[in-house]
Nanobody, 121 residues
């Protein structure tokens, strides 16, 4: 089976930085898109940033210019570097990836359990 495990969350003051990591393990043939989502209390889960297997990235408007997504394909790992953090960035951050466990054309969606990011004023 495939697992995604996030790390790097924590408590940080406004204006500070954090780096999240998400490592995929298990039966992996290839990984397509990898993304970071977040969910704040009382709000819907939202896409924060995504990166394709070729390195093309996209960002939510609210984090553009402050967050950077990257991936290390050799390590099956995706990162989210967050700088200039704001209180409104407080949320549980989830890793998502579309992963193929065989050469079959279709991949499946996998989610991590999430890591808490809390930004204090």
């Amino acid at each position: 089976q495939v697992q995604l495990v996030e790390s790097g969350g924590g408590l940080v003051q406004a204006g500070g930085s954090l780096r999240l990591s998400c490592a995929a393990s298990g039966r992996i043939f290839s990984i397509n898109a990898m993304d970071w989502y977040r969910q704040a209390p009382g709000k819907q889960r939202e896409l924060v940033a995504g990166i394709t297997s070729g390195g093309r990235t996209n960002y939510a408007d609210s984090v553009e210019g402050r967050f950077t997504i990257s991936r290390d394909n050799a390590k099956n790992t995706v990162y989210l570097q967050m700088v200039s953090l704001k209180r409104e960035d407080t949320a549980v951050y989830y890793c998502h990836a579309e992963i193929k466990s065989s050469p079959a054309p279709r991949g499946y969606d996998y989610w991590g359990r999430g890591t808490q990011v809390t930004v204090s004023s």
